[in-house]
């Protein structure tokens, strides 16, 4: 309803998070409703909270929005979902010091770091101690 404006996605008009939660107290309990549950629920409260009369009136909207937001039925193939979790459970590595302050030196990087031999030091160290 709401919709993400980090993603560009629009969302119904006057929807904010305030008036979802006041206009749908149902949603704040630890159980998942469909879109056609919230439709039920905006039709049998249709004509109290604008809200309810702009959902029905905006069902295509969240019809695209549920389609583009929801995460629980992703398309990933199964060679690349094997792939991802072989990624996951490599142990993380060091960083590589030298290596990294070589490419400072590629990249004629090393003058935007004031004391940059200190700050890799100070910055590679805190990041490796995190490293199991």
């Not at 039920?40 to 969240?62: F, P, W």
């Not at 979790?85 to 990249?107: A, Q, W, Y």
């Amino acid at each position: 309803m709401e919709g993400d404006s980090s993603d560009n996605i629009d969302g119904i008009k006057g929807a904010g998070l305030k008036t979802i939660i006041k206009c749908y107290p149902i949603l704040t309990e630890d159980k998942q409703y469909s879109l056609q549950e919230l439709y039920n629920y905006s039709d049998t409260h249709k004509g109290k909270l604008k809200l309810y009369d702009t959902v029905l009136e905006n069902k295509d909207i969240m019809q695209r929005n549920y389609d583009l937001m929801q995460l629980h039925d992703t398309q990933i193939q199964s060679f690349s979902q094997l792939r991802i979790n072989e990624i996951m459970e490599k142990p993380i590595c060091k960083l590589d010091r030298f290596g990294f302050s070589k490419l400072l030196v590629e990249d004629c990087m090393q003058n935007n770091f004031p004391n940059s031999m200190v700050w890799l030091n100070e910055v590679f160290g805190k990041i490796n101690s995190m490293v199991l």
